[in-house]
């Protein structure tokens, strides 16, 4: 029987977002390759029907709950507890997060007997106390082999600070989803080159279609697009509501936009859309627990932010043979126009509205190539970076490798 590396993998909380999807995605296709111990510190977000039945949960300290609760989740737990927090926050924002957890760690025991242990989120800032996955993984786990895995562009939008470096210097290796945001971790942490690695993430192609299974109608005789996103001025929605307006008001008007999710600027952009006259073109319909038949019923998916790492949505809209129409974000040419399953525009107004205008009128114009494999590279790349850490000797060899 071929021995399983014995894996501890680490996260704040499982709420919501892309992070969490990832890790399900990534316990959902590791799990037969690795004896994954799973240490969520706040324990209460997890969704065990999402977690393989040979993951073991590992319940974490009560101390673990500072750093993956929320302010109002501690309040509700304990009056000590908040704070406690308070004080690690006045800590983190006057001196550093790494000074602020100091005054945790002696009251969390520490886990042993690890081959591997994975931070599955890289910690946000330097100046907070938030996640703390990396720090605790040094500090309070004893592994063979410690790795984070990077979702972020450090280089445009990650919380870089240079700081975090002596952080990443006592791991063994660092793991980017894509190669774009390798390369841009790179360019800020030049000296952690040679032990910078890639694992793409996975797309759970089965159980997306078997959500997608709902119906969702559009109108008909329209290209309608629709984004699932946060609503938050990164995401490039108000530039993208201009550009429909423009197009609208020069008589191109056989599209819809259909908007899933909230965020902090849901009033705003309500405002905006009322104010422009596209009410009857573009609908917010708030946050949908199961966002694709959404997706499924429409013509594109549209993601025109200005800043992106490697959106797990990319796959999910290719997963139900929907075209992505995204602006250029890190990864977006590598996993979009060079993988088939969509059109990358330049990240400027100018280049969304051509984008937009092309897709409206000439409807038919992008298909996603036949029998694609979304995992493809991802297995690969997780394969290869288990065998490495079973023969530890050949981790040196296997970066060079990878460098080649």
């Known amino acids: ?42 324990k209460d977000s997890i969704d065990k029907t999402k977690v393989p039945d040979n993951v073991e949960i590992v319940t974490p300290d009560k101390g673990l709950h500072i750093l993956g609760k929320n302010h109002s989740r501690i309040k509700q737990e304990s009056f000590l507890m908040m704070l406690y927090r308070l004080i690690m926050i006045f800590l983190a924002r006057n001196i550093n997060g790494v000074v602020s957890r100091m005054i945790l760690w002696p009251f969390v025991k520490r886990q042993s007997g690890y081959d591997l242990a994975i931070a599955y989120a890289q910690d946000d800032s330097y100046k907070s106390i938030s996640k703390g996955c990396i720090d605790y993984i040094i ?9 984070v895995i990077v979702h972020c562009d450090y280089k445009n939008f990650g919380g870089y600070d240079l700081r975090q470096i002596n952080m990443f210097k006592k791991l063994n290796s660092i793991i980017c989803v894509s190669d774009s945001c390798k390369r841009n971790f790179i360019e800020c942490f030049p000296e952690l080159r040679n032990k910078t690695i890639v694992c793409e993430n996975f797309t759970n192609v089965d159980a997306i279609r078997k959500l997608a299974a709902e119906s969702v109608s559009y109108p008909t005789e329209t290209v ?20 429909l307006g423009e197009l609208r008001d020069n008589g191109i008007v056989n599209f819809t936009w259909t908007i899933v999710g909230e965020g902090p600027e849901y009033k705003k952009l309500k405002s905006i859309i009322k104010e422009k006259q596209l009410t009857s073109k573009i609908t917010l319909v708030g946050n949908k627990e199961n966002p694709y038949p959404y997706i499924k019923n429409a013509s594109y998916f549209l993601l025109p932010s200005l800043h992106e790492a490697a959106p797990m949505v990319y796959g999910e809209a ?36 051509q984008g937009l205008r092309k897709l409206i009128m000439n409807p038919n114009s992008i298909h996603i190539k036949n029998n694609l494999d979304l995992n493809k590279f991802a297995m690969i790349q997780l394969k ?18 990878y460098m080649a």
């Open 1 to 42: 029987m071929v021995r399983k590396i014995k894996t501890l993998v680490v996260i704040d909380n499982l709420y919501t977002g892309g992070v969490a999807t990832s890790l399900y995605n990534y316990l959902y296709f590791a799990h037969e390759l690795m004896d994954i111990h799973l240490l969520v510190f706040d």
């Open 139 to 147: 500090k309070r786990v004893v592994a063979k082999h410690k790795s």
């Open 224 to 243: 309608n697009f629709v984004s699932v996103c946060r609503l938050s001025e990164v995401k490039g929605l108000y530039r993208t509501i201009e550009a």
């Open 318 to 353: 290719a997963s139900l043979g929907v075209p992505v129409l995204s602006t250029e974000t890190c990864s977006a040419i590598e996993l979009v126009q060079e993988r088939g399953i969509g059109v990358v525009v330049p990240n400027d107004y100018d280049g969304l509205l």
């Open 384 to 401: 290869n970076f288990i065998e490495s850490i079973k023969n530890r000797k050949c981790i040196k060899k296997y970066l060079q490798y």
